[in-house]
């Protein structure tokens, strides 16, 4: 069917996939994705870079689960935004770090296929300074837990 604006149906399949990552549902999140999908989270820290295929992106996804025990909510979607081929959403995510917890507004944009299922997934944070310090102390923490 053609939507000319966009498929709405899309909009609950991001949506699926933000929700997933909430509650450290990996398999449902990569369920969304296409296979050959590449996410990337830009800024600085630990975090950031580019991650091509369902398998780098299921290990980077279980890195951040880990790393913050599971404690990456979702708590507001602000704004939902369809486009021809495209969603995105502006969600405000509390994130705990060992003691250190931030509330940080991300932008996250998925460029769909014709097969409905996400390719792309860009992660940009709106305070970019917050998400470095908090995000920075992943290595060092997971580091400390590993004994290295």
């Known amino acids: 069917m053609d939507y000319g604006l966009g498929n ?9 996939f933000v929700v997933s990552l909430g ?3 990996t398999d449902e999140a990569l369920q969304s994705l296409a296979p050959t999908a590449t996410l990337r989270v830009l800024g600085h820290h630990s975090l ?21 025990d599971g404690r990456f909510d979702p708590v507001k979607f602000d704004d939902w935004m369809l486009g021809i081929t495209h969603v ?3 969600v405000e995510i509390h994130a705990e770090v060992g003691s250190a917890a931030q509330r ?3 932008l996250i944009l998925m460029r769909f ?18 998400a470095d310090r908090l995000y920075g102390r992943f290595l060092r923490d997971g580091a400390s837990r590993r004994g290295t």
Request: aromatic share 4%; hydrophobic share 45%; no cysteine.
């Open 8 to 16: 709405p149906e899309r909009i609950g399949v991001a949506r699926s």
């Open 23 to 25: 509650v450290a549902k």
């Open 48 to 68: 950031s870079g580019a991650f091509s295929g369902r398998l780098e992106v299921a290990k980077h996804l279980e890195m951040l689960i880990t790393q913050t």
């Open 88 to 90: 995105s959403v502006l």
């Open 104 to 106: 940080l507004r991300h």
């Open 113 to 130: 296929g014709h097969d409905d299922l996400i390719e792309d997934v860009t992660v940009v944070f709106l305070d970019p300074e917050a």
